[in-house]
């Protein structure tokens, strides 16, 4: 694999936008990689890669042992990026390393590793690059705000709507809104048919003061 399908290969797989952010990714994956191999090793793996990617390789010095969790904390510090930036663009990197290499050599550099053994598995053939955790899966049709994800109208078009017009107590939602209260329907004012009026009501107590008992 030469370096311009590996570069194309990490911008496809990590989403990026432009080939210098998957070069960046690549510079600071192959070197932090590297510092976790002994000079021979790291002379072994770089002598199958892409010349710019064999030389972060080989210029990496050994820092020990240290396992994946902080292989991606120190990719995201050297980007300057969120951790799961990190951890992707240190998956995808790996992984194209994995398919650039011999199959000898790769079985060889996963059983140094075998706890990154699996950033090294290539990918299957046909499968298509998962998608990165920071791209935006497109809105499913209809579930969009805008006219091209929307829905063109809805279930009910504009001429079968009735808008409301008035408040749910107010007279004007009400067919005949006096019913209760107008003179020419009614058998007498309001205060009549519930015999309220001087008329029928007692115009005085039921016992005169004369037959009060103090």
Do not use: N
Not at 28 to 56: M, N
Not at 157 to 185: F, G, M, N, Y
């Amino acid at each position: 694999m030469d370096y311009d399908r590996f570069v194309e290969e990490v911008q496809r797989r990590a989403g990026f936008e432009g080939r210098d952010q998957a070069e960046r990714a690549i510079a600071v994956t192959a070197r932090t990689f590297g510092e976790r191999l002994l000079v021979e090793e790291a002379a072994a793996v770089a002598g199958r890669l892409p010349g710019p990617v064999a030389a972060a390789v080989r210029g990496a010095t050994y820092q020990g042992d240290f396992d994946r969790d902080e292989l991606f904390d120190r990719i995201a510090r050297r980007e300057g990026a969120p951790r799961g930036f990190g951890m992707e663009h240190a998956q995808a990197v790996c992984q194209v390393i994995g398919e650039a290499l011999p199959e000898a050599e790769r079985v060889r550099l996963q059983r140094h590793l075998p706890d990154w053994a699996d950033l090294f598995a290539p990918r299957s053939a046909g499968a298509p690059p998962p998608r990165p955790a920071h791209a935006a899966s497109p809105p499913e049709t209809g579930q969009g705000s805008t006219l091209a994800t929307g829905r063109p109208g809805s279930r009910h078009p504009v001429s079968e709507a009735r808008p409301e017009t008035a408040h749910a107590q107010s007279v004007a939602r009400s067919d005949d809104p006096h019913t209760d209260t107008k003179l020419s329907s009614s058998p007498g004012l309001t205060q009549e048919r519930l015999r309220e009026t001087l008329a029928d009501g007692r115009p005085g107590p039921e016992h005169p003061v004369s037959e009060t008992q103090r």
